[in-house]
């Protein structure tokens, strides 16, 4: 007998050694020594040693798992005295963990040694803290564990060990109901004293299977009693797979008993696969009603070889898939096959063959009319033995058709023949195009009956074409309205030849169409057309035609008021036999009147009669408003001021009424409505000059100037007054009450009379107010007019800031130099023969107040050329750039500032050039003492397209250097750029004598950033004595400056005048 000795020594939480020495013998007798008498106690404090079943909650089974079964085999196979101290324990234990918390009752029970304990430590916490998830899943797996370790006692012979378990078990409370189930199952194995099946024979019972079957029943059976077995799980699940597929075969191949069968024991099974679940239910509802998957009855219709077998799986598919469009077109498709088959059957005198299938193909459902139509046809001629009329023959008689409707015709009779023949199907639907087009031209040729019958006869044709079918319709309703297409009444319009039939197309045109914008202007143009015909005849003499054109024109809907008034007029003069008036004579007849109101009403006839535009009736009426409004005063100064008030609202009621009379009636009539005289001029001043506010002031003078439009003082009061209230507006501006300022602003905009910058001033700063953004600073606007990347646009935004800041010598520095960059612009479109667009900016340079003169002059002499579409001649352009300016002295020395110096010297050589030279064009930088910004200089000289850039400087140093030196860029430039350099340096050297510094290379901003060969001079030293003395000298300036311009002369072979 082999035996096993086991020592476990164990300090107990009170201290006390406890030593139990375990014997184990192959009949699993267990012999106990102990210290202690209380064994239960010792049993309790174990810990590795203790009874370990609960080692699956902990996940604790390790590699000394064979030791362990050992141990929990020594302490569950003890008597019945150990039994009972286990239940010492576990009361014991219940009655300390009954005062616990959930935490610690938890930690108590996940740390207990004891199965049996565990569960219930577990229990307990279930029952005291049910909604605590921890114990309810505690107490599951803890039983798992207890009935694990009791179902190996029960295979290891110990029935009554297990027996105990099972029955802890089956008396704890919570325990899922298939847990119970199963301990159940093995209580009852073991109290008939049987072993619970080995896992291993119940496998190797499954690898001994060969059918499906076979194989899902013992997967079944092992499942039975291993239910938590992953193992047996997943194997018992690729069991039900596999016999569902091989169900799935039999079911495909319409054995609906035998997959019912196998679909009701997958469906049976105490778990199934989630995956296949569903489709189960499925396929067992689908055999009991003897339905198959629809792809399976497809391929076996795609495979199937007899005519008859597709028809009879397409009539399966159609009748469990009535929406799956395989069968609904297989049906057809077949159907039409077997039609073919039957009707060759019955061509070779098989009539009885014939048909049997003819009946079997009515006796389908869902096939087409046509189908059924054609096989009853057939089927007609079999019963009475005759052939079918062959499809060449019929296709042949329809192609010797010499009309439209004959061509159709036969087609159609060929279509129900052979509803399937591409060369009949083809030749049908060519035959409707060829009718349509047919009945088209009638229809558009007013013959609506022949039309109207055509279309029927395609619209009811067996097959009418997709691509026609709609205008077909469209044509039939047409006809039946007498309407022809908008295209073909335009085109007879455009057609036409007369007046009258011109506008009756249009007319019908409008009729049937009201939205189509042709005829909406076809309308206006064909009354117009007829009007000036009808004129002409009037003109004539002819009276009576122009009378009934006139009558026919005065029906036509929707023609402009203006065109009805003139024929009105027109239709009076011809009805009495009279000649239509010329301008003059209207005038000369309004004038003829006796009564103002009455020469007023003539010429406001007139000048609606010559489309508002004449102007010696404009001229006319205004003067009669003029008298009229002089009789009117002179009625309300006598106080009858409701004469004078109708007078006045009949004077705001006429047209072409110039805007100081419209005024002067206003303000009168509010006198008027007042029961007021008009005031004098003085009256008006001196009240105007009593006024405390900048609306007052300006209101006042208003008025006084509807009464005295050509007085000067009103007239300069209303520019005083103008400025007040735009100076308070703008305060109000700038403190942000936008709504106050904007008010102010519009109304100042309608001031009459004001300074054209002024009112500039006054929308500059509406739009600003409006954006409720203040009034930006110079330097704001500074930067806004650098920002800007167009011409007109830096342009524009310069003269914005001269507007509100004329005194600022920046922005009018800006002015200028942007002034001259769009003048190149400009200059560059005029030479591109772009007239419109240079004269437009040419007149933007000219009209600006802030331009210096000089700039504007050659705006003006290059827009002359413009207007008579001249390019300027070719020169060549030399700009000269005298160094500093304005706010920058540059070098100075002994009171001279270099300046001054090098602007003369410029002027001096640009004078020289102009006078002397032909072929040549001179440009300044400045003209005046004015600051120009170092890019400014280069982009007008780049703007301009300059051929050569001269930059004048004076040098400075130390009070003793001496000489004249010259620079040119540093970088990458042309062999031009320094030969000029050479040349005119060499030039200037010789002539005046200086002292030669040398030709130089700098990176300076002016050469660097010019386009063209650019050169920059240093004319002596400005803090040098003596050489100052020479500078100060006007002689010597002069001398400079021509030298210079000699030199440049002779580098460009400039030719003299």
Not at 275 to 292: F, M, N
Not at 419 to 438: H, T, Y
Not at 831 to 851: G, H, Q
Request: a negative charge.
């Amino acid at each position: 007998m082999k035996k096993l000795v086991l020592v476990l020594s164990i300090t107990l939480f009170l201290g006390t050694s406890t030593t139990l020495y375990a014997e184990t013998t192959n009949e699993n007798e267990v012999f106990i020594e102990t210290e202690e008498k209380n064994i239960a106690t010792n049993e309790e404090n174990i810990t590795k040693e203790s009874e370990e079943e609960g080692n699956k909650i902990e996940g604790n089974v390790d590699e000394q798992s064979k030791e362990q079964d050992v141990k929990r085999e020594l302490v569950e196979s003890k008597d019945k005295d150990v039994s009972d101290g286990e239940e010492k324990t576990s009361l014991q234990t219940m009655q300390i963990s009954s005062s616990l918390t959930a935490d610690k009752l938890y930690e108590q029970a996940k740390n207990e040694r004891s199965a049996t304990s565990k569960v219930k430590l577990f229990e307990q916490g279930y029952q005291q803290y049910p909604n605590d998830d921890r114990f309810e899943h505690g107490l599951q797996d803890s039983v798992l564990n207890l009935l694990d370790w009791a179902s190996k006692k029960q295979n290891n012979g110990k029935y009554e060990i297990a027996k105990d378990r099972y029955q802890t078990i089956l008396g704890t409370n919570g325990v899922k109901s298939d847990i119970v189930e199963l301990t159940k199952k093995y209580l009852e194995q073991a109290n008939t004293l049987n072993k619970i099946p080995l896992q291993s024979n119940l496998e190797n019972k499954i690898q001994q299977e060969t059918t499906v079957s076979g194989i899902f029943d013992a997967y079944l059976e092992a499942y039975k009693w291993y239910p938590y077995d992953d193992q047996i799980i997943n194997g018992f699940f690729k069991s039900q797979k596999a016999l569902f597929n091989w169900a799935k075969n039999q079911h495909d191949q319409a054995r609906y008993d035998t997959a019912e069968s196998r679909y009701n024991k997958l469906l049976a099974a105490p778990i199934i696969n989630n995956e296949i679940e569903d489709q189960v239910k499925q396929r067992l509802a689908d055999t009991q009603s003897g339905k198959r998957p629809s792809d399976v009855i497809y391929d076996m219709a795609k495979q199937e070889k007899t005519v008859t077998g597709k028809v009879r799986l397409n009539v399966e598919g159609l009748e469990f898939y009535p929406d799956d469009i395989r069968f609904q077109r297989g049906l057809q498709t077949s159907v039409e096959n077997l039609l073919n088959w039957a009707s060759n059957k019955q061509n070779n005198s098989h009539f009885g063959t014939a048909i049997d299938r003819y009946l079997f193909i009515l006796e389908i459902e869902g096939i087409s009319s046509e189908l059924q139509m054609k096989t009853e046809k057939f089927l007609q001629l079999a019963e009475n033995e005759k052939f079918i009329p062959k499809a060449d023959d019929l296709y042949d008689r329809a192609r010797k058709q010499t009309t439209a409707s004959g061509l159709m015709d036969s087609y159609q009779e060929a279509y129900v023949w052979y509803p399937e023949d591409s060369r009949i199907v083809k030749g049908f639907l060519a035959s409707q195009e060829n009718l349509f087009d047919w009945a088209k031209n009638k229809h558009d040729q007013g013959d609506y009956s022949t039309a109207l019958t055509r279309y029927e006869k395609i619209l009811n044709a067996s097959l009418v074409n997709d691509n026609i079918i709609n205008q077909v319709k469209q044509r039939l309703d047409d006809a039946k309205a007498g309407k022809r297409s908008s295209d073909v009444i335009y085109k007879a319009a455009k057609n036409a030849s007369t007046a009258s039939g011109i506008l009756d197309l249009y007319l019908e045109g409008y009729k049937f169409y009201p939205n189509d914008q042709r005829f909406v202007n076809g309308v206006q143009e064909g009354a117009d057309g007829l009007y000036e015909w009808a004129t002409n005849q009037h003109n004539k003499s002819n009276f009576a035609v122009a009378t009934a054109r006139y009558l026919k024109l005065l029906e036509v809907p929707n023609i402009s008021d203006k065109l009805r008034n003139k024929i009105t007029l027109q239709l009076s003069y011809a009805e009495g036999n009279k000649s239509i008036p010329t301008p003059s004579q209207m005038i000369e007849n309004a004038l003829n009147q006796n009564i103002l109101s009455q020469k007023l009403e003539v010429l406001v006839r007139a000048y609606y009669y010559f489309d508002e535009s004449n102007t010696a009736i404009e001229v006319a009426i205004n003067d009669v408003i003029s008298s009229y409004l002089s009789w009117a005063t002179g009625k309300q100064n006598e106080g009858e001021y409701q004469t004078a008030i109708a007078r006045y609202e009949k004077i705001l009621e006429k047209p072409a009424v110039g805007d100081k009379y419209i005024r002067e009636a206003e303000t009168k009539l509010k006198y008027a409505k007042e029961n007021k005289k008009i005031p004098t001029a003085n009256e008006m001043l001196h009240y105007a000059e009593q006024q405390t506010t900048a609306s007052g002031i300006l209101n006042a003078y208003l008025e006084a100037l509807a009464f005295y439009p050509e007085n000067d003082q009103i007239i300069e009061g209303v520019t005083y007054g103008a400025s007040n209230l735009l100076s308070w507006a703008t305060s109000q501006h700038n403190s942000d009450n936008y709504t106050t300022a904007i008010d102010r602003y519009e109304i100042l905009l309608k001031v009459p009379r004001l300074d054209k910058m002024l009112l500039k001033e006054i929308e500059i700063k509406l739009a600003y107010a409006k954006k409720s953004n203040k009034i930006p600073s110079a330097d704001y606007l500074l930067k806004e007019a650098e920002a800007k990347t167009t011409a007109s646009g830096i342009f524009d935004a310069y003269e914005a800031g001269a507007i509100l800041y004329p005194n600022d010598s920046r922005i009018n520095a800006g002015v200028n130099s942007s002034a001259l960059n769009l003048y190149s612009w400009a200059t560059a479109q005029h030479e591109a023969r772009k007239f419109d667009v240079a004269i437009r900016r040419y007149n933007k340079i000219t009209a600006s107040p802030f331009v210096s003169d000089d700039i504007k002059d050659m705006a003006k002499e290059n827009k002359s050329l413009a207007k008579q579409s001249k390019v300027p001649e070719s020169t060549v352009k030399i700009f000269l750039d005298p160094g500093h300016g304005g706010s920058d002295p540059g070098g100075s020395g002994y009171g001279l500032e270099e300046k001054k110096v090098v602007l003369k010297i410029a002027n001096y050589t640009k004078n020289y050039l102009e006078k002397n030279y032909q072929g040549v064009e001179v440009k300044l930088s400045r003209s005046v003492d004015t600051f120009v910004g170092l890019e400014a200089r280069s982009q007008l000289a780049n703007n301009w397209r300059a051929d050569y850039f001269v930059s004048f400087h004076t040098n400075a140093f130390d009070g003793k250097a001496s000489g004249f030196e010259s620079y040119i860029h540093n970088g990458n430039i042309s062999s031009l750029t320094k030969n000029l350099q050479k040349e005119i340096h060499t030039y200037l050297v010789g002539e005046m004598g200086f002292k030669d510094r040398g030709m130089k290379q700098a990176n300076f901003n002016v050469l660097r950033n010019t386009n063209m060969p650019a050169i920059l001079m240093e004319y002596l030293f400005i803090d040098n004595k003596s050489e100052n003395k020479l500078l100060s000298s006007e002689a010597y300036l002069k001398k400079i400056g021509e030298t210079t311009a000699k030199a440049v002369a002779s580098s460009f072979h400039l030719v003299s005048k």
